[in-house]
């Protein structure tokens, strides 16, 4: 069985752009997580998404979005890059509805550098 | 809100040697545990989890945890470590309910080193 994939490994940006990453779920999954995994802060929790709707975001302003298409993939978007935006930014996927014995499994991540 | 705290940041064992890690959350309600693992140049991985019942839970590679109710605490054991337990363990937990609902909140991360 296939696990979390994410796309692009690695990607490289310039303050002010746009990043886009990307992520499949394990087949079957409907729930797909974003954390950021930043230097000194830790792994924290950005957003959730199930089937197609953000059910939870973290403490994390506005640029940082997403959405969940309705093969269950997600896009994290982030805008108006900042330099403290370098980190890697992984994604887990679930069975669904964040229910009593949900479970998430992780992805290998994206490592965002903004230059 | 939720939180997590890891007691040690950086843990040196022998091969052979019992380990114990700390785990202690923040949560006024029902929670489920986890134990998640990341090996060197690998992914985050469960290593084990809690959601209700015995609270002596058994994961992979020989790993178990206890959670304890009356001190909100959710320890991570292995009786005898091997060389290739060197990795980074991180304890979360998840609030079922309100804005936690979802929401895995990981602690700091503990390191663990282990020499042959």
């Given at each position: 069985e296939a696990g979390v994939t994410q796309s692009p490994t690695h990607l490289i940006k310039t303050r002010g752009q746009q990043a886009t990453l990307r992520c499949s779920p394990i087949s079957g999954h409907t729930s797909v997580y974003w954390y950021q995994q930043a230097l000194g802060l830790g792994l924290q929790f950005l957003l959730w998404y199930d089937e197609g709707e953000e059910r939870n975001r973290g403490?994390?302003?506005?640029?940082?979005s997403g959405r969940q298409f309705p093969n269950y993939s997600s896009e994290l978007n982030v805008n108006a890059l900042e330099l403290e935006d370098s980190a890697l930014y992984l994604c887990a996927s679930s069975w669904g509805g964040g229910g009593e014995t949900d479970t998430q499994y992780f992805g290998p991540g994206t490592r965002l550098t903004v230059l | 809100a939720q939180s997590v705290s890891q007691h040690n940041h950086h843990v040196i064992l022998s091969e052979a040697a019992s380990l114990e890690l700390g785990c202690n959350y923040s949560y006024g309600g029902t929670v489920n545990l986890f134990w998640y693992v990341q090996y060197p140049g690998q992914h985050l991985q469960l290593l084990l989890k809690y959601f209700?019942?015995?609270p002596l839970v058994k994961g992979i590679k020989g790993f178990e945890a206890e959670f304890i109710k009356s001190k909100f605490s959710f320890n991570l054991r292995k009786p005898s470590v091997q060389w290739s337990d060197t990795a980074e363990y991180f304890c979360a937990v998840n609030g079922?309910?309100?804005?936690?609902?979802?929401k895995l909140t990981f602690g700091q991360g503990t390191i663990l080193t282990v020499h042959p």
């Open positions: 403490n994390f302003p506005p640029r940082f | 209700s019942g015995d079922l309910g309100g804005t936690s609902y979802g």
